[in-house]
């Protein structure tokens, strides 16, 4: 399954990213979806994800009330929906797919399959 992630560059500390992870359609509605970071020298970590319905989502204290994540059935697409910006969210941002069980959603092992990463960098 190949996963399209776009929508990274460079923000400014306090402003707004979206962040943008075309799906397969078949595999888009059957699925949960969710969004990862890791940034230099860091593990990578859970940022949040959304149910394959779309009426459950989940994220990361971290970015909890900045963050809105979203998917959008028509065009197959997930976004993230990013605002009031930090430096510390500087990271690689990765989109993954997969059949996952809800109590393992923050688990990256529980994805199948994982984007190619788009970079965010925040500047202060």
């Known amino acids: 399954v190949q996963l399209q992630a776009s929508g990274g560059g460079l923000g400014q500390a306090g402003g707004s990213l979206r962040l943008s992870c075309a799906a397969p359609?078949?595999?888009?509605?059957?699925?949960?979806m969710g969004w990862f970071r890791q940034a230099p020298g860091k593990e990578r970590e859970f940022v949040a994800a959304?149910?394959?319905?779309?009426?459950?989502?989940k994220y990361a204290d971290s970015v909890k009330g900045r963050f809105a994540i979203s998917r959008d059935f028509a065009e197959n697409t997930v976004y993230l929906q990013m605002n009031s910006l930090k430096p510390e969210d500087t990271a690689v941002y990765y989109c993954?797919?997969?059949?996952?069980?809800?109590?393992?959603?923050?688990?990256?092992?529980?994805?199948?399959?994982w984007g190619q990463g788009t970079l965010v960098t925040v500047s202060s």
């Open positions: 359609g078949r595999t888009f509605s059957r699925s949960e």
């Open positions: 959304i149910s394959r319905s779309g009426g459950g989502t």
């Open positions: 993954a797919v997969g059949r996952v069980i809800w109590g393992l959603i923050s688990d990256p092992s529980a994805y199948g399959n």
